[in-house]
């Protein structure tokens, strides 16, 4: 049997070793095999279902992998993960700390088998630290970031979705994290680990706003400040059919051309940084939205830089005309989700789809770390990999 087939993409030739989990873990993985890398999903053998139970063809936590079954607490399902990581370049994992340790997986025995391998951790707060081994979600995350604080309206923080800190400051991190210590060691033959914590990544998204509070120009209160909905020039206004709009329009040039097709007052435009104007003027834009539509509004600002969009529904938002010029969205079978981002000139990635169910993408699999089919066979016999 030959190798697996490489795949398209800037990591074509590079394989990356997944412990199974929930959250940013395997979207890192999703994104890391999108851009070409060869992903094995290891899975416990006798893990339950999920509480989020997907079924297959929109289960993007196993889209674009290998799946891998393995018993771990045996010693012969350790033996096979060091052999997996011995040829691995990128181990990524989701375990709150010590569980790697305790499988005898941990960075120093992967290290002994392979000096160059990049150890990817993901956690909420961290390797170290008071709140280690404490459980946590995107929300507990991002209260104890500061972000969650100047998310909102006034009266309550709101979080938003999971985005912030589980994919943002957790996933982008992750996997930003893991391709520098790459660069690292094509200079120095030598792979690291790779320590992301979600409270740290999502305070390094608010970075900017601790600039801006430095500097006079953020106050810590939400609802208040350019950028939070405390500006009536970047906000969210309702519309007649009870749709809604989102204004952006934050530069001088920009708002004049917003205050020309709203109409408003021409008072306004000189003085769109006068927060004693701003009650007034958020009334007055408020008002003028309630006359039309969204899409009539949408209309409206159409071929201007007034940076008024309409807010799309999830549903909407693939059926939107850039969207589908720029084919941001894409098919994987039945599912059309979200197309790989970023976008390579020479290498492009490849939306992933669910993996085979069949022993020869196993067995394939396996025989790029060195694995016989007879040896794969014998993993499979002996319960230590279940097909």
């Known amino acids: 049997m030959g190798p697996v087939p490489q795949k398209s993409g800037p990591l074509a030739g590079l394989t990356v070793v997944?412990?199974?989990?929930?959250?940013?873990?395997?979207?890192?993985?999703?994104?890391?095999?999108?851009?070409?890398?060869?992903?094995?999903?290891?899975?416990?053998?006798?893990?339950?279902?999920?509480?989020?139970?997907?079924?297959?063809?929109?289960?993007?936590?196993?889209?674009?992998?290998?799946?891998?079954?393995?018993?771990?607490?045996?010693?012969?399902?350790?033996?096979?993960?060091?052999r997996l990581l011995g040829k691995a370049d990128i181990l990524i994992e989701g375990f709150r700390p010590g569980v790697m340790e305790r499988l005898g997986l941990g960075p120093a025995e992967a290290a002994a088998a392979?000096?160059?391998?990049?150890?990817?951790?993901?956690?909420g707060f961290g390797q170290d630290g008071p709140l280690a081994g404490r459980a946590g979600h995107d929300i507990t995350y991002l209260a104890l970031s500061g972000a969650l604080h100047a998310i909102g309206p006034q009266d309550k923080p709101l979080p938003p979705l999971n985005l912030v800190a589980d994919y943002g400051g957790g996933t982008m991190m992750l996997v930003g994290g893991v391709l520098a210590a790459l660069v690292e060691r094509g200079r120095t033959g030598k792979g690291q680990v790779v320590d992301a914590a979600m409270v740290e990544g999502a305070a390094m998204l608010s970075a900017p706003l601790y600039a801006y509070?430095?500097?006079?120009?953020?106050?810590?209160?939400?609802?208040?400040?350019?950028?939070?909905?405390?500006?009536?020039?970047?906000?969210?206004?309702?519309?007649?059919?009870?749709?809604?709009?989102?204004?952006?329009?934050?530069?001088?040039?920009?708002?004049?051309?917003?205050?020309?097709l709203?109409?408003?007052?021409?008072?306004?435009?000189?003085?769109?940084?006068?927060?004693?104007?701003?009650?007034?003027?958020?009334?007055?834009?408020?008002?003028?939205?309630?006359?039309?539509?969204?899409?009539?509004?949408?209309?409206?600002?159409?071929?201007s830089d007034a940076c008024v969009a309409p807010v799309l529904s999830l549903a909407e938002a693939k059926d939107h005309p850039h969207n589908r010029a720029r084919r941001t969205f894409a098919k994987a079978g039945t599912l059309e989700r979200p197309a790989p981002a970023p976008r390579f000139s020479r290498t492009p990635s490849a939306i992933a789809g669910p993996p085979g169910d069949g022993r020869e993408p196993l067995a394939a699999a396996l025989a790029r770390f060195g694995l016989t089919v007879k040896e794969t066979e014998g993993l499979v016999s002996s319960g230590i990999l279940v097909q």
């Open 114 to 123: 392979n000096p160059g391998l990049v150890y990817g951790r993901m956690t």
């Open 18 to 82: 997944e412990m199974a989990g929930l959250g940013p873990v395997p979207l890192a993985a999703l994104m890391l095999s999108e851009m070409g890398a060869e992903v094995l999903r290891i899975e416990r053998t006798d893990a339950g279902r999920p509480f989020l139970s997907l079924p297959p063809e929109y289960d993007l936590d196993r889209h674009g992998r290998i799946i891998l079954k393995a018993d771990l607490k045996r010693p012969e399902g350790r033996a096979l993960m060091l």
């Open 262 to 303: 709203l109409p408003l007052d021409e008072r306004f435009v000189p003085g769109q940084y006068d927060r004693g104007l701003w009650q007034d003027m958020r009334t007055a834009i408020a008002g003028r939205f309630l006359l039309k539509t969204r899409d009539e509004w949408t209309a409206t600002f159409a071929d």
């Open 213 to 260: 509070m430095a500097a006079g120009l953020w106050q810590d209160a939400r609802g208040v400040n350019l950028l939070d909905g405390g500006a009536p020039f970047y906000d969210t206004y309702e519309t007649a059919d009870r749709r809604h709009v989102a204004v952006g329009c934050l530069e001088p040039q920009f708002f004049a051309e917003f205050a020309h």
